[in-house]
Structures are given as C-alpha cells and as structure tokens.
C-alpha cells in the first residue's frame, strides 16, 4: 500500500473479515446511523490529507479547543482534529450558530489569557460570524478564526458549493480583524498561522483569520515536501517611551485634582497590583470604566461610581487606555443631541494608549477624537512599572507628606460612596417584579463564598457597585460593541476556561440577549461546562422601550404605546423550560423574591456537579 492510495478491492476484502462482528456487536442501529455515509473510498482513499499537518500547525500554537458549526468547506480539517488530532488540544466543541462560536472565543480569551480557535464555513458562515468579530474587535480581544472556503472553481461540486464559496472569504471581515491571509500551500498555511497567532496575541490584540482552502485540506501531502512548523515567539508588549513618561510623572505629582481613569488598563492580577501601586504613590482616585478589571473595588482610591463629580473638579486627568476618552471629559445630552462639557476648559489630559496604532476608518469604533496634552503610545499595563517609580522619583518628601494627609478624606468618600449605593440598591427590596440590585444582591450572596467570575459585569452594573472585587478574573467587562447576542455565548466561553481552575463562573443574562442565541445552552450541557446563568427577565428590549419613551416625550405624543414592537410577552418565554429541552438544570420563572436565594443555592450545587444551571426571574427594567 502506498501512503496516498489503496485499492478499493483490497480495502473490501479486509473489511469484510470485521463486518460480522460489527453487526453482532450492534444489532440496533440508531436511525441517525442508518442515514449517514457508508464511509467507503472510491477508488482510492488518501493515506494522510494536508488537514492532518493542518492540525499539526494549530497544535503547535497551543490552542486547545476549537469552536464550530459543523459544514463541510472543512470537513477534512474537522476530522483530521477528532480522528488525527484525538480531539484533544484542541478539541472540537459544537456550537449551533458561528455568532455564537466567535463570542464563546471571545469570553475564553478574556478569562483565559490567551486565544481559542473557531471554524467559519464559507461565505454563510464568515457572515453569520461578523457581529461577534465586530465585538471582539472593539473589545481588542484575540481570536483565531479559521475559515473554510474552496477557491478553485474547478473543483467545487454545482449547487450550494458555489453559493459557499468565495474569492476574498476575509474580505467581509476585514475591516474589523488585525490580520488576515489566504494560504496557497501547507507550508505556506504553517506560516501564516504563526504569524496571525502572534499577530493576535501583540497588543492591541485583535481577531485575526486564516482560510484554510478546501483542495488543500483533503488532497495528500507531497511525499516529497519538506514541511516545518515555524517556531511561535511571542512579542513583548510595548512600553512608554521614557522622557513622556518622565513629564507624565511631573504633571501628576504637582496635581491638586489628580484622576486617573483605567478602562483596559489590566489584563492580569500583575496589572491590578500594578495599578494599585500607581494610584498609592499619588494618593490619587481611580475611575475603573470596567471594560476589564482594573482596580480592586474594596480599595479606599476606587471611586467608579463617583467618576462624574472628580472629573469636574480635575487639573489633570490620566487616562490608561480608555475607549472613549472624549467621552470622559464632555458629553451629548439625549435626546436633543445638545453639546455640554464636564471637564474644565484647563484640563491637562494624559493618555496612555495603543489605540492610535491600530485605527481603520469605516467602522467608528475609534470614537471623537480627543486633544491631548501628552499622548504616550506603549501598553497600560507594561508602562505602569516605568511610569510608577518616574512618579516616586518626582514626589519629594514635602510633596509625599501632603499627599498623605489626603488619606482620610479619600477613605471618607469612599465609605461615603458605598453606602449611598447600599441605600440605593435597598430601594424596593421586596418589590414584585424583582428589583435589579435585589436580583445581583442574591446573586452575591450565593456565590461569594467560591472563587468566582462574573463574566459580563457591565450588565446592569449594580455587580460592579456592590460586589467587593480584588482579583482579575472577578469581572470580566462587556462585550466590546454592545452587539446584541453575545453574553451568553461569551459566558459560556469564560466559563470553559474556568472549568479546571476551580473558579465558578456566572452571569446576570438578560432575557432579549439569550433569544438571539438560545442554543448556546445545548453546547454547554453537551459540554459539560458549569455555568450559573441567572436570567435579568424584563420581558422587554427594555432600552428601547426607554429610546419610544424619550422619542414620544420629545414629539409630545403618548408613551404607553412604547411597549409596542419592544417587549417579549404575549406569549411570555419560559426560559427554565427552553433550558430545560437543552439538557440544563432549571427553575423558574420565579416572581417572588424571596424564592431567589433557595433557588439558587440549588442552582449552585449543580454548577459544582459539573452542569450549567439557569435560574429565570421575572424583573423590573433596569
């Protein structure tokens, strides 16, 4: 037998020998199996296809699971991974939407620390795919995706192949992924994977996209090719340059009003420690945005829920890659669209950032632009160390003494702080439907003994207020775009990635967001992946029920008919039952609130069996 072909007649013969005893073994076939392939060659088969070098390459990134609808642009890819590959790093996971699979990438990546692959089919798959790109874009979160496509026309099969394929696959994505590549060759696809993966992983980190061609997938390797795998090196994230960050440091030791805002500043504990460090030395308060976990709520300097009132009042403010920096300092009034300042005309503003080395233009992600007094291009977390000791070196004994004597005001309006969001989160307590702060309250009080995650912390934000947060992985952020369809899915994905760390991973999930992609439940029984969802269930696309409310003030017309086009009722969904069909453990719908902390208490001792588990309460808006 050669290595790219048998004989069929051969091939036959042997298999005859084992077909009685497979027959014996299993004399009810399921009907599934009784309507799929034979699995019989032609009249050769290929002894090993380019996807198995394939597989080779993505093992060689460390890339350990692989999220997918199944098609079949990479049928060869796909088996090459569950019988070449073992299925095991990466292993395929089955997804029931590529939205769906890119978010779930999206929430591993973020918990993880690092990328996991998704498998796109063709031009249907790349555009069911897009929204979720587009969040992990704006979000600058790594994700490796991998498209499949047959670019040669002479060997694509009539019908539906053709309506799949495309000459450009990347082509629709472009605008919003850091890299993307085509491969003519194995050889070729071995590099460009190296590539993309340390491309993704070299901040500003970014979704990249590999095609990997149909043809060279299933055809056999070249005996004769000599194929490598390149080495993967990784970049080491780029730092302030350090005359900037010696005059950062002087603008902010002679501060009377020092704030510093941090929105992804922090993509460790490393970096949290670090931010602590920074803010300490200046006695200075931090406005923690939230798109990741960047300040410890507990410490007496975080003042997030204050972040309005200190810019106000501000001389200087340092921003720490922040999305939106313009937004910090002014804002437009809705719904008239009328201009106001925040900030005083005098502010200096300091920003480090790597925004400005990855800007595109046709979608706006990159927000108005905002003057600077001092632009530092280099990574938050990798300049913090240089710009925290240039801060210590500029603050003389007379200086750090009177920066010390800030402490017990600070301390003061932080207590000050929290207990305003007490007395806030208190209102209503026992009101039907169930308040949102009574809802992430029960959520806290079921989970605070554990190591624990929220994965989307932006939702509603009273998780943020209330919860006290000290490590990295406590919260997560958001989905980057606010693209609807995409926190169940990423939840799902950060809790995959804390499946063996003994951290429980939950989510406040709302209602109109899950229905986008309801499957996603069935991957993470089938899975196995244990996650605590507890549905925010308004019944409602509730902020637009608030934008006909706002437009029907504004035209000064009737607002009860907001709810028009707006809510989920009529018929109400019961999500513990659609959990339910999906193979997760449920309760619900549950109305009264003092039936939340029983239920989760049990939802809970599923999530530690292994299972996901779904709690639905029925709430108020927002």
Not at 576 to 595: C, F, H, K, N, S
């Amino acid at each position: 037998m050669s290595e790219e072909g048998l004989d069929r007649r051969t091939f036959l013969k042997s298999a005859a020998a084992i077909s009685t005893s497979i027959a014996a073994a299993s004399t009810v076939a399921a009907e599934t199996t009784k309507k799929s392939s034979t699995g019989l060659p032609g009249e050769k088969i290929i002894g090993r296809p380019g996807s198995d070098f394939m597989v080779d390459v993505i093992k060689a990134t460390g890339i350990e699971y692989i999220a997918s609808n199944p098609a079949s642009s990479f049928r060869s890819l796909h088996e090459s991974i569950v019988n070449y590959g073992g299925n095991r790093k990466p292993e395929f996971l089955t997804c029931m939407h590529e939205e769906s699979s890119v978010a779930m990438a999206h929430g591993y990546a973020k918990a993880a620390g690092k990328p996991m692959g998704v498998l796109a089919h063709g031009s249907v798959g790349l555009q069911h795919a897009a929204m979720a790109v587009y969040n992990a874009w704006c979000d600058r979160v790594p994700v490796m995706i991998f498209g499949g496509n047959f670019m040669d026309a002479a060997h694509r099969r009539p019908g539906v192949e053709w309506y799949h394929c495309v000459q450009d696959p990347a082509g629709m994505l472009r605008d919003f992924v850091k890299w993307d590549d085509q491969p003519a060759s194995l050889q070729h696809f071995a590099e460009s994977v190296m590539r993309a993966y340390k491309f993704a992983m070299t901040p500003p980190m970014e979704p990249v996209v590999i095609i990997a061609d149909g043809m060279l997938q299933e055809h056999p390797i070249d005996g004769d090719a000599e194929l490598s795998i390149p080495k993967l090196t990784l970049s080491a994230p780029p730092q302030g340059e350090s005359g900037a960050l010696k005059e950062a440091a002087k603008m902010m030791a002679s501060a009377e009003n020092l704030v510093i805002i941090a929105d992804r500043a922090a993509r460790s504990q490393e970096g949290v420690r670090r931010m602590v460090e920074l803010a300490e030395a200046l006695n200075a308060p931090v406005v923690d945005l939230g798109s990741r976990m960047n300040f410890p709520t507990t410490h007496y300097l975080c003042r997030s829920e204050d972040g309005r009132a200190l810019v106000r009042e501000a001389d200087v403010v340092l921003m720490l890659e922040v999305a939106d920096p313009w937004g910090q300092l002014n804002t437009i009034s809705d719904p008239q669209h009328e201009y106001r300042r925040i900030a005083k005309p005098d502010v200096k503003l300091i920003h480090v950032t790597l925004a400005d080395n990855l800007m595109k233009s046709n979608y706006q992600d990159a927000q108005r632009f905002c003057p600077c007094d001092l632009s530092i291009s280099g990574d938050a977390e990798a300049t913090l160390p240089a710009l925290t000791e240039a801060v210590k070196k500029e603050i003389g004994g007379s200086r750090k003494s009177a920066l010390a004597g800030r402490t017990d005001k600070l301390r003061s309006q932080h207590r000050e702080m929290k207990e305003r969001t007490r007395a806030a989160a208190a209102n209503g307590w026992n009101a039907v439907p169930v308040t949102t702060a009574r809802l992430s309250a029960e959520l806290w009080n079921a989970i605070k003994g554990d190591k624990w995650c929220l994965a989307d912390s932006r939702n509603l934000g009273w998780s943020a207020r209330l919860w006290p947060a000290t490590e990295h992985y406590n919260f997560l952020g958001h989905s980057g775009a606010a693209g609807v369809g995409q926190i169940a899915p990423a939840a799902v994905g950060a809790a995959l990635a804390n499946r063996d760390k003994g951290i429980l991973t939950a989510v406040i999930q709302p209602d109109g967001d899950l229905m986008y992609a309801p499957g996603v439940l069935w991957t993470a029984a089938h899975h196995k992946i244990p996650i605590l969802m507890l549905m925010h269930n308004n019944r409602a696309y509730h902020q637009e029920v608030m934008h006909l409310q706002k437009m029907a003030g504004l035209h000064n017309r009737r607002m009860d008919t907001a709810r028009i086009g707006t809510t989920i009722e009529n018929p109400h969904i019961d999500y513990a039952l659609l959990a339910r069909a999906q193979g997760v453990w449920a309760e619900g719908p549950i109305t009264d609130p003092a039936a939340i902390a029983p239920a989760l208490q049990r939802a809970v001792a599923a999530v530690k069996r292994g299972e996901p588990a779904l709690v639905d309460v029925v709430t108020q808006g927002r």
